[in-house]
């Protein structure tokens, strides 16, 4: 079945420091892919997503590219802020997998001033 | 613009107590689903719908009933609270893309329950 493994954490940067969190995929189909952040006590928000192969999904600083060869989504920021620092999930839906997002188990950011 | 509701925001339940916890969405989205978050295994999928009166169960439905009388809600059911049920549960919802799924999800802000 369908998949999502991405780097385990926490993740300790310095502000203005480049991150990247790797995340790859196993699936069927042409799933779009998905980063969503969980600020603490709140829900998780979209953060970016890219519905085919070779898209750049871009939000807030923050990008990442559909790999269908390398099937990865790895999401990266230049210069990370202390406000940048939260849960980060990777996830997929579509494709034969049908409806259902399948999250990865999240990797945890923080960002010191 | 609401999104996605979900009442309560806390609960404390004694082990062997039922209780209903609501999810409601304003958007018109067919797919609705229940997770549960507990640290360091991501979220996994209890129950979901992909429209009134269809349901099925997800990676983890055991203890948990569901239903979907309406496009707007889906409640979840816990029909004897366990401690390993303490957890941090999110509803949400999704739509269909054209041909095939892959919407984004819209979450609510969750459920801390907490079973005694």
């Known amino acids: 079945g369908n998949s999502v493994t991405q780097m385990e954490g926490p993740v300790t940067l310095s502000e203005e420091a480049f991150l990247t969190i790797n995340c790859t995929y196993t699936?069927?189909?042409?799933?779009?892919l998905f980063w969503y952040v969980q600020y603490p006590g709140e829900g998780l928000q979209l953060l970016l997503k890219?519905?085919?192969?070779?898209d750049k999904g871009s939000n807030k600083g923050f990008e990442a590219t559909y790999r269908k060869e390398t099937t990865s989504f790895h999401l990266e920021k230049g210069s990370v802020q202390v406000s940048d620092s939260a849960v980060y999930f990777c996830?997929?839906?579509?494709?034969?997998?049908?409806?259902?997002?399948?999250f990865g188990a999240g990797t945890r950011l923080f960002v010191k001033a | 613009n609401a999104g996605v509701t979900q009442t309560p925001k806390f609960q404390v339940l004694k082990t062997g107590q039922s209780m209903t916890l609501q999810c409601a969405q304003d958007m018109n989205h067919e797919y609705m689903s229940w997770y549960r978050q507990d640290p360091g295994m991501g979220l996994r999928l209890i129950h979901y719908?992909?429209?009134?009166?269809?349901?099925d169960q997800g990676e983890v439905p055991n203890g948990y009933n569901v239903s979907r009388s309406t496009t707007e809600d889906f409640p979840l059911r816990l029909l004897s609270a366990a401690p390993s049920q303490t957890s941090v549960y999110f509803c949400?919802?999704?739509?269909?893309?054209?041909?095939?799924?892959?919407?984004?999800?819209?979450f609510g802000q969750g459920t801390r329950l907490t079973v005694v």
């Open positions: 719908s992909v429209g009134a009166g269809i349901t």
């Open positions: 949400a919802s999704s739509y269909s893309t054209g041909s095939q799924w892959g919407g984004e999800a819209f």
């Open positions: 890219a519905t085919k192969a070779d």
């Open positions: 996830a997929l839906s579509g494709g034969t997998g049908g409806f259902k997002t399948i």
């Open positions: 699936a069927t189909g042409y799933p779009s």
